[in-house]
């Protein structure tokens, strides 16, 4: 068989990173559910199974350097991409290998705290699902967490077809996966356009539509796989126990709080039942989930409430967006819940003062304004699950991710490659586009200045986009990226600073 067993390797994945992989985010799901596990500021190791690019692996490696990272891949095109940023951004606590995920469980390896895969099993062979159960069964510590997510049902059941019909018209022909991918997109509008019943249907609809804007390199790997098939919690499940690992919930902090996401009646329901397995896959109906970020761990030691709140309550704390824009909403797959202004408002306005806050003066402040602790930790998740507040980590060397960052920003003048910055700080990458990279490295470097990045921006042609308008004109361009700057100086530029960046 060929080596890439169905996968498509035609062309590289997407440069992304994936914040809910970072040990910072794993850590709350153990300590949430009262479950024991080992401190982040301990030296652990940690592998990323099928790592893409390695964008996320290698911008961890700088986050944690008192830590040990793997990544591989069986795509060497990515392993050389993944390789030359360990090197560019000087990182020695990595390693990168282009083993298949059977071959990868003979290499010589440590044993893992943390075994992640993200967006893998649901687009490989079940004999692959195997192997990569065998690898966890071999190389995960004891004490150790899972991350794995997948494409999940019954969110994907009215969609698959869309799957089916673009893998079936891809294999037909030697043609490449790129005039593949538009052929079939084009099928799919012919469909449409002469009255395919199929295509009547309002999921399938929307989907199409959703289609047309997806990154190309993106739906070739999502549509173009052999094995691609979305699968049940159960059936994960069912795989993960049989290795020795307990689900613990999702990496998605809100996925784990059922009164932001479900109606009462849906939660009546759900506390009816049982079997966890069972109640999973039935509040995946009522959601109709179509991914899972779930999170294991092998062994069980359950920790005394009080452990809990002494963690919480030592747990330091600082703004990740302007309070202005903390919109006061969070959406449900039911609808929009309103936060209460009462009690989350002046938590972010005593961060905005405070710059970094722990639970325990937010505890004390707090009681003036009627929020009690359980309260005030509810909230806090919250804030973190909606990417309003970091939690952060004490006593991280700052310097390796302070050099990932130079490299980032430097390479970012010949690619669009790295859109994440590094924060140790809190243990995790941070959204810094390309455009914003140029503006720190203006910082920096007087001579790259706005007139610099404006020669940029016109050599390679881009347009700036502001407030979902893209410019039209050269001039707007120049007005659109002045504009850029200066809501980069106030908005963004001060939260950066507060994580190192
Ligand atoms: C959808 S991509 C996800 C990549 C990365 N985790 C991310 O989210 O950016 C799936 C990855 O699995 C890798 N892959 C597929 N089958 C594999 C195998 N048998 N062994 C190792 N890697 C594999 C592909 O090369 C690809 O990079």
Redesign the pocket.
């Known amino acids: 068989m060929a080596w890439n067993?169905g996968?498509v390797?035609e062309i590289p994945?997407?440069p992304?990173f994936?914040h809910h992989l970072s040990p910072a985010n794993l850590q709350l799901i153990p300590l949430l559910k009262q479950v024991n596990h080992q401190p982040i500021t301990r030296p652990f190791n940690y592998c990323?199974?099928?790592?893409?690019?390695g964008i996320?692996t290698n911008i961890l490696a700088a986050a944690y350097p008192h830590a040990q990272f793997y990544g591989?891949?069986?795509?060497p095109t990515?392993i050389l991409k993944a390789r030359s940023i360990a090197e560019a951004a000087g990182l020695t606590n990595v390693n990168f290998s282009d083993?298949?995920?059977?071959e990868y469980a003979h290499e010589e390896l440590p044993d893992f705290d943390y075994i992640c895969?993200?967006?893998?099993y649901s687009?490989?062979s079940e004999e692959?699902q195997q192997a990569i159960a065998q690898f966890i069964r071999k190389k995960l510590k004891i004490g150790g967490i899972v991350y794995i997510s997948y494409n999940t049902m019954p969110g994907w059941a009215i969609t698959a077809p869309i799957q089916r019909l673009m893998f079936a018209y891809n294999a037909k022909s030697q043609a490449s996966a790129q005039k593949q991918l538009e052929g079939s997109l084009e099928l799919l509008e012919k469909l449409k356009d002469s009255k395919a019943l199929y295509l009547q249907n309002p999921g399938a609809l929307r989907r199409l539509e959703q289609l047309r804007n997806f990154n190309r390199s993106y739906l070739i790997?999502?549509y173009f796989n052999q094995h691609w098939k979305p699968l049940y919690f159960d059936e994960v499940h069912r795989a993960m126990t049989a290795e020795k690992l307990t689900y613990l919930g999702s990496a998605n902090l809100l996925d784990n709080m059922d009164n932001l996401n479900l109606p009462g009646e849906a939660i009546q329901e759900l506390t009816k039942i049982d079997d966890l397995a069972y109640r999973e896959v039935v509040r995946d109906f009522y959601l109709n989930s179509t991914f899972r970020r779930d999170v294991y761990i092998k062994g069980i030691e359950v920790m005394a409430p009080a452990k809990q709140i002494e963690i919480l309550r030592s747990m330091k704390f600082t703004l990740a967006v302007q309070v202005e824009n903390a919109k006061m909403e969070h959406q449900t797959s039911f609808g929009k819940l309103q936060l209460q202004e009462n009690v989350y408002k002046p938590i972010l306005e005593f961060l905005r003062d405070e710059g970094v806050a722990s639970l325990d003066q937010l505890e004390q402040v707090m009681s003036s304004h009627n929020i009690n602790l359980q309260r005030l930790i509810q909230a806090i998740l919250v804030l973190i699950g909606m990417g309003y507040v970091y939690s952060m980590i004490d006593g991280i060397d700052p310097s390796s991710a302070q050099r990932f960052n130079s490299m980032a920003i430097q390479q970012s003048f010949e690619d669009d490659a790295i859109n994440f910055l590094c924060s140790s700080i809190i243990g995790n990458g941070v959204n810094v586009n390309r455009l914003e990279q140029w503006f720190l490295a203006g910082e920096y470097d007087s001579s790259k200045g706005l007139d610099y990045i404006r020669q940029i921006v016109d050599r390679n042609n881009l347009k700036i986009t502001r407030e979902g308008k893209t410019a039209q004109t050269p001039e707007e361009n120049w007005h659109f990226l002045k504009e850029s700057a200066e809501a980069f100086a106030k908005n963004k530029r001060p939260i950066l600073k507060r994580l190192g960046i």
């Open positions: 067993e996968y390797t994945y997407t992304g994936y990323e199974l099928a790592c893409g690019l996320t591989m891949d069986f795509n990515h083993k298949s995920f059977k895969l993200h967006g893998i687009w490989v692959n790997h999502e």
